[in-house]
């Protein structure tokens, strides 16, 4: 349940530089409402640790781009010359 209502949650992120800064966790007591949760403490926690896993995933994700970006554009070659 924890993952069908995190899913239901918009996230938001940034504005100027594009990070995700998490889930709008405004949304989530009406959720809890509409689906009759029982134990929402429970399901929060549940909810809380996946955006923690998807807050890392997608840092590493937007590190990895900004360094393919740094990255020199052209193959670098190196040559063994004699003589």
């Known amino acids: 349940m924890a993952f069908f209502i995190s899913d239901q949650i918009s ?3 940034d504005g100027m530089s594009g990070s995700y800064l998490g889930k709008n ?3 989530v007591e009406p959720l809890f ?3 009759k949760i029982d134990n ?3 399901i ?3 909810m809380q640790i996946y955006d923690m896993y998807l807050m890392k995933r997608r840092f590493e994700d937007a590190e990895r781009k900004r360094k393919a970006k ?7 070659y190196t040559h063994n010359v004699k003589g």
């Open 11 to 13: 996230d938001r992120w």
């Open 25 to 27: 966790w405004i949304e």
């Open 44 to 46: 929060f926690g549940f």
């Open 40 to 42: 929402p403490k429970e």
């Open 70 to 76: 740094e990255a020199p554009a052209g193959k670098n």
């Open 33 to 35: 409402k509409l689906y």
